[in-house]
């Protein structure tokens, strides 16, 4: 969480800003989340500025901040950012300051703060800067957000929990953004040093869709990415922008990287001798039977382009998942990182620490539930001296200074009292039972949650010792298995590769043809016959085996110096 402070004269001007259309981004509902003051938009900042100019001397009494979250921590609930924005203003000291969160947007707050409080003092803003920063620490302990120092630090960022169970309710290993991060790394490094067109080439290969943001001056900006079938709730396609995918797929860091050296020329495409023989000679030697692809009509290759391209963005997915089971793995057998003996043994200290928790919520409540039932009986006394004495014979009545419509009146004040307290106790019965019932559902079966976690903690060294040992064994097993799995999915993605070099490398031949050898060629697949193997297709192989289909009516090729694949 980042918080950005600046300093104001009027609240006026701050709340009509978060109110508008907005200036960088558009503002969606703007809201009060939070705050002491009421109102309209015009009355909170009236009331605001009113308690500014009780000191005129201060000639920025209004001070401001933005508290602002990353994409990894996801959309967080009113509720919560508001009391992030009270914790927030009480740490910094303006607990006693007329103040109010605004919100406009999915991922950050505006606060707006009088520096005169409540009995007309300033509170000082000396050093706020350096007081905010352990206070938004702290909150994002507390609340679990991620940590902006760290991730000033990171090389990407994180995926949250939101994009992890986005991922998950769609039935993916790994989140799109992570498999973007991996494939578009790997692209970058296969075109460095050959150039922007070398580098979107690559991204085609691997199946990343990519869009250029190229500014009216025709100045390039940087790139966002997506991948084929990842889509939202509404079916609209997600594109992520190159810094949100890494921070080095920024423009400004990509392109020194992909800039050619001085005088660097692309290799050019080799061109079989078959294509640059003279029309006269025979059409099969024009056509190299021999190529995977040969036989395919333009529209098949470009076809087979597309399903060659899908098939390495999926054999990508698969080698990036099981790369990470290895990764995940291997720390586990390092002592790194826990496994499933280490986060169950964790999980109970959690579960205890929690039902410890709820039973001291149940503890209070039965307290409280005890003084109103013992407020209840007080009251009831006094109803019931009050209904004696009103039963006394006046002359009694008023030597004692007092009247039966007085005592009645007594007594039933005390009866109403008597029945708001014990309602009020079986509230605090029913929530007494609700934090027991919460205790039980976490550490069901425990009967002395307390004493449980005392000598959980007791042990906990040696108990953790014990669970890395297994976690570590067992790691050390399946990555023995493991890894004939990773080199499977590597060498399928090889495959998937070389079908789309094969399909790419026929698809140039071809854009080499004059307009007679293409000619020939398409009669000689107008009259070659298929074979069984070409002709019959298993659904388990790869593309890269993937043979052409029956041949079609020849194309007319007559115009252009080669027919149009589609391709590159």
């Keep these: 969480m980042i918080a950005k402070i600046t300093k104001g004269a009027r609240a006026g001007g701050a709340l009509r800003y978060d109110f508008g259309p907005g200036n960088r981004d558009e503002h969606k509902e703007p809201r009060f989340i939070a705050g002491n003051v009421a109102g309209t938009r015009q009355q909170v900042a009236r009331l ?84 905010s920063r352990p206070i938004v620490r702290a909150l994002e302990a507390e609340y679990g957000l991620t940590n902006a120092e760290e991730r000033s630090n990171r090389v990407a960022p994180q995926v949250g929990g939101t994009e992890l169970a986005a991922a998950a309710r769609r039935g993916v290993a790994l989140p799109e953004r992570e498999q973007l991060r991996l494939i578009i790394w790997e692209a970058r490094d296969a075109a460095a040093g050959r150039g922007q067109e070398a580098f979107e080439a690559e991204l085609a290969t691997r199946g990343v869709e990519f869009r250029a943001n190229v500014a009216k001056t025709g100045k390039m900006s940087g790139y966002a990415f997506s991948l084929p079938g990842w889509v939202d709730a509404e079916g609209q396609q997600i594109w992520v922008r190159a810094s949100n995918v890494a921070k080095d797929l920024s423009w400004t860091k990509l392109e020194p990287v992909l800039r050619p050296p001085a005088g660097y020329v692309e290799a050019p495409v080799q061109v079989s001798q078959a294509a640059i023989r003279e029309p006269g000679q025979q059409a099969n030697e024009t056509l190299a039977l021999n190529h995977p692809y040969a036989l395919a009509t333009g529209p098949e290759l470009a076809q087979q382009h597309r399903a060659a391209t899908r098939a390495v963005a999926t054999q990508t997915q698969r080698l990036v998942a099981e790369q990470q089971t290895e990764a995940r793995l291997t720390d586990i057998a390092a002592g790194t990182a826990p496994g ?90 029913a929530a007494q039972d609700t934090a027991t019932a919460a205790a039980q559902a976490v550490a069901p079966g425990v009967r002395d949650p307390l004493d449980a ?5 007791e042990q906990w060294g040696l108990l953790l010792t014990q669970a890395h040992r297994q976690d570590a064994a067992q790691a050390r097993a399946r990555l023995a298995e493991h890894r004939p799995v990773v080199q499977a999915a590597r060498s399928g993605l090889v495959q998937a590769r070389q079908a789309v070099s094969a399909i790419e490398a026929e698809a140039a031949r071809r854009r080499q043809l004059t307009p007679d050898q293409a000619r020939a060629e398409e009669a000689v697949r107008a009259r070659t016959p298929r074979t069984d193997h070409q002709a019959a297709v298993p659904a388990e192989r790869t593309v890269a085996s993937v043979p052409q289909q029956q041949a079609r009516p020849r194309q007319d090729v007559s115009r252009g110096s080669g027919p149009s694949l589609g391709i590159g």
């Design 48 to 131: 605001i500025d009113h308690h500014a100019r009780q000191r005129s001397d201060i000639k920025k009494p209004i001070w401001r901040c933005s508290l602002s979250l990353p994409d990894e921590d996801g959309v967080l609930k009113d509720e919560v950012f508001a009391e992030i924005a009270e914790k927030y203003v009480a740490r910094m000291g303006f607990a006693d300051c007329s103040w109010v969160a605004v919100r406009h947007g999915d991922d950050h707050i505006h606060l707006t703060v009088c520096r005169i409080d409540w009995n007309g003092k300033v509170v000082s803003d000396w050093q706020d800067f350096d007081r």
């Design 340 to 429: 499933a003996a280490a986060l169950a043994l964790a999980d109970r200290r959690d579960r205890l620490e929690s039902a410890v928790q709820y039973l001291a919520v149940a503890e209070q409540h039965r307290a409280q539930a005890e003084a109103q039932l013992t407020q209840a009986r007080a009251a009831s006394r006094v109803a019931e001296q009050a209904e004696a004495m009103a039963r006394r014979p006046d002359l009694v009545l008023r030597l004692t200074r007092t009247s039966q419509a007085h005592q009645q009146g007594l007594a039933a004040a005390g009866r109403k009292h008597a029945a708001q307290a014990e309602e009020r106790a079986r509230g605090e019965q």
């Design 453 to 457: 976690l005392a000598q959980l903690n």
